[in-house]
């Protein structure tokens, strides 16, 4: 039987193409998870190879989607392969328990993992540049403007956060916390 195994990183990821992919290729059941590749920990793959049994066959879209390294890789294969399962990697082909198959399968992992690594590190680069700007600020950009931050949080002497919120957009959670920075900026100031 084919089953199927899908993976995002991030929640807002959209797991969709993924499954309509896995489904079009005959799986009768697909596991799938918005869980980061670079934990071992992954609760649906970790449910998936337990279920697996000799004559199954599991299909993922790309290589990626299946471990989070070379060495990952070529233990859950190795695994599969012991247990009689097949591995299908869309965007490889099948992977066969022959020697040929496993060195085109650590090739390709030794790639996914070398670009895997290329990102992190041009990701690194990229903010270390934008540190050097004056204008750098670490993380998110702030939904609402010091005005409007401002304007709520004088709302706030003759209203409730509820009703604050209302008017502004601004989130009790948001409020307190720019309440808190005020305070702090107030005493340094002092």
Do not use: W
């Not at 993380?139 to 931050?149: F, N, T």
């Amino acid at each position: 039987m084919k089953y199927g195994y899908a993976r995002v990183s991030t929640a807002s990821q959209d797991l969709e193409s993924q499954v309509k992919v896995l489904e079009k290729e005959g799986c009768k059941e697909i596991f799938s998870e918005k869980f980061t590749g670079t934990k071992a920990d992954r609760p649906k793959f970790k449910e998936i190879l337990s279920f697996l049994k000799e004559g199954d066959t599991l299909v993922v879209t790309k290589l990626d989607r299946f471990a989070r390294s070379t060495e990952d890789a070529i233990k859950t294969v190795k695994v599969l392969f012991a247990k009689g399962v097949k591995v299908h990697i869309l965007n490889m082909g099948l992977i066969e328990d022959t020697p040929t198959g496993r060195l085109i399968f650590n090739i390709m992992s030794s790639f996914a993992e070398f670009e895997r690594d290329m990102i992190i590190e041009r990701t690194r680069e990229g903010k270390a540049i934008a540190k050097l700007r004056d204008d750098f600020k670490e993380g998110r950009p702030r939904k609402h403007s010091k005005q409007q931050v401002q304007h709520a949080l004088m709302l706030l002497e003759t209203h409730t956060y509820r009703e604050v919120e209302a008017k502004t957009g601004i989130t009790k959670r948001t409020l307190i916390r720019r309440k808190n920075e005020q305070r702090i900026i107030n005493k340094i100031d002092q």
